[in-house]
């Protein structure tokens, strides 16, 4: 597509619920980043793939969050038995080719304000 | 590990003033630095990077940074701001070691009045 897609764009839940939030990368980008976005924040870091791997995991804050690309190219970040904690916009993000001396561009989508009760 | 600070957390200006908005990085190796941009309503865009080579980089809308190894900054800069420059700017740093994700800044949140 023309852009990263996320959606959906809301999702208002409650405490104790499984949530999935779904990103389409730009046609052809094999990698791909989810960051967290807190209110007053700069976006954090939590998992980059390369294809259909997760090359780096560790910006993951604990086990409830996990995230799959089954097919190298649509991701799912899933999040168990939310917290209040977790609500904050889930950025996604994604680039061209793997990290060539660090050399990253990325496309970020929209978001997907996640709001925990 | 990496981190990335950003002085200014609020900036009001008035149209036709100049901008700078300061940057500093902890890393002390090689990095590419980037400032991303978030206008109301709207994701995080690209403004401008440096990879190597000049360090004066200019991006799109009149925008420019210039990478100084010696003091760890990436100050963003505009000779004359417009409102429309009204926005979240937001500096990041790609060290190439840890996390293969980008380090930002907490951003600042530039106001520009009419």
């Given amino acids: 597509g023309a852009g990263v897609s996320q959606t959906p764009s809301n999702k208002v839940t409650e405490k104790g619920k499984y949530v999935e939030l779904r990103c389409d990368p730009i046609s052809g980008h094999t990698a791909l980043y989810w960051y967290r976005q807190s209110l007053g924040q700069g976006p954090e870091f939590l998992i980059y ?5 997760a090359a780096d995991d560790s910006g993951l804050p604990n086990d409830r969050f996990f995230a799959v690309r089954p097919e190298g190219s649509v991701s799912t970040l899933k999040i168990q038995r939310t917290e209040r ?33 | 590990a990496q981190s990335v600070s950003q002085h200014n957390h609020h900036v009001i200006l008035s149209e036709a003033a100049s901008l700078e908005l300061g940057c500093n990085y902890s890393y002390g190796g090689t990095v590419n630095l980037f400032w991303y941009v978030q206008y109301p309503g709207q994701h995080l865009q690209l403004l401008l990077k440096y990879f190597s080579g000049d360090p004066l980089v200019k991006g799109i809308k009149g925008f420019e940074a210039e990478f100084i190894k010696s003091k760890f900054s990436f100050n963003l800069r505009k000779p004359s701001v417009q409102w429309s420059d009204t926005a979240e700017y937001f500096c990041a ?15 600042t949140h530039l106001i520009i009045q009419p």
Avoid: E, H, M, W
């Fill in chain 2, 93 to 107: 740093v790609d060290s190439g070691g840890g996390a293969d994700g980008l380090t930002f800044g907490k951003g």
């Fill in chain 1, 85 to 117: 904690g977790d609500s904050a916009v889930y950025l996604c993000a994604s680039s061209s080719g793997p990290r060539i001396a660090g050399a990253n561009v990325l496309t970020f989508g929209a978001g997907s304000r996640l709001t925990v009760l």
């Fill in chain 1, 49 to 53: 793939f390369q294809g259909t791997g």
